[in-house]
């Protein structure tokens, strides 16, 4: 038997998909409003910066991964056009149905998929952007989900990864008190669940810090790989360019 990190605990790594999509099929209805109790709002900001870095143009294909409620693919949309692709994927079908019906409610009607980032159903080399945002420490198996997308992308695109990081040290230990006593409290508050919120901060001390998901990065395919450290490390982008 294989195990993996399902937060703090060791798990059959054929359970933490399952165990990851209860936790969010929990959380989906309030998903947004805990977003932003729990960043204060920063989260739009790190979401902001990650669509300027990407540079979508009008008639790109873009593949948004963990899409959730679809902060991502709308702002993609907008800058792909008519004439470009933006494609909303999430393995957790409560949390995709929340994020295609506010996209309904803007007006914008974009290709939709329940998929697993470890097997994307779509061809090699088309697509120009790939994007993941607070989704990948959630998988698995990182590695395999990097070389997907590495996979799918065409030589020279880029793939974005927004995600939860390592602090700077001054700020450690504020950070775990907020992380493991004020997150859970809040999600038992707003979402009547303690323990999915408490996951989630344990999830994010699980996950490869700023230089051991880039080396990551590099090892799945991409040859150059740049780090955009937010918040003082509390988030980071990573890019990376298919070589």
Known sequence: MSETHFG?????????????????????????????????????????????????????????????????????AKKAGARGTVVHTDINEAMLRQGRNRLLDDGLVLPTAICDAETLPFPSGCFDLVSVAFGLRNMTHKERALAEMNRVLRAGGRLLVLEFSKVAQPLTKAYDWYSFQVLPRLGQWVAGDAASYRYLAESIRMHPGQAELKAMMKSAGFGHVDVHNLSAGVVALHVGIKC
Do not use: C, P
Not at 11 to 22: F, L, N
């Open 8 to 76: 703090f605990q060791k798990v059959d790594e054929t359970q933490k998909a399952q165990r990851v999509r209860g936790v969010f099929d929990s959380v989906a209805g309030k998903y947004d409003v805990m977003n932003d109790l729990m960043s204060m709002g920063l989260h739009r900001a790190w979401k902001a910066y990650a669509v300027a870095v990407a540079n979508v143009r009008e008639g790109d294909r873009v593949l948004d991964i963990a899409g959730g409620t679809g902060d991502l693919a709308k702002a993609f």
